[in-house]
């Protein structure tokens, strides 16, 4: 069974997403204190949770059809757009580890929608 | 805020480094199996949406999300996703967010060969080495670069 272009296109945006999700979940644990308390009241986590709620919505709509082995290492691609946001949000410098990892990653996530069939 | 380097690093500062680490690694198991839920739980939805729909009709995204919430095998799924959120933020504490990344690396292990053992799927040339790419790609964007005069 061929894995659809919908379903890739559904975990593309969902990775997107879920780059944002790390972002806040990020912010949040900088501000974690210690008690229950604080941690509930931490509004980042809530929006950092809810943009993982929003990109696993998008995620099970990609998954319902098609194969894991194709769908599941497409979540890699939301490495692009972390590192771009960690570089731009928390100042996190661009290495040439980062990038000879996102060319691996691209180049990986490449050959398998080329073993797609 | 400055991040010493391992070994400029007191020794709490190396132990809670160590504790993330294990936190990470458990996260790759945990959300390796909470992938085989979903997996299961999403192939019994019969909703066949694509992304033209959603963008059509965006009300979608909830309805489907109700369908989400009324499946065993997917709550599940998410209720161990919950408990990794919670593993992550604790290990993400005052750590650099692509450093802890590499662990991860491991859920693609885990989920492909979980994919082929439960779920019978097929593997061929492209997706093994398109897989090894991507864990030697995630795995070397954490690498920490020899450090040039002051970081």
Redesign the interface.
Known sequence: MRTPLSSILFILTSSFIGSFGAVFLKLGAEHIKGSLGSFLRNYWLAVGVCLYLLSSVFFVMGVSQGELTILYPMVSLGYIWTILWARLFFKEPFTMSKIAGLVMIIFGVALINFGNA | MTSPTVLEAPLDTRGSARRSFLLVFSCTLIGALA?ML??A???Q?H??????N?LHDPTL?FR??LG?ASNVK?LFG?CL?GVN?GL???A???R???RL?PIIALT?VW??LL??VV?S???????A???????????????K?VARGAE
């Open positions: 992938q979903i997996k739980g999403a192939g939805l909703a066949h949406v694509t992304l033209i959603v995204v489907f999300g989400i997917l998410y996703y959120t992550m933020a604790l993400l504490k005052g650099e967010l692509s990344y693609y989920v492909t994919s082929l779920l799927e097929h593997m061929n040339f492209f997706r080495i398109g897989i090894a790419f991507i864990v030697g790609g995630v795995s070397i964007l954490g690498l670069q």
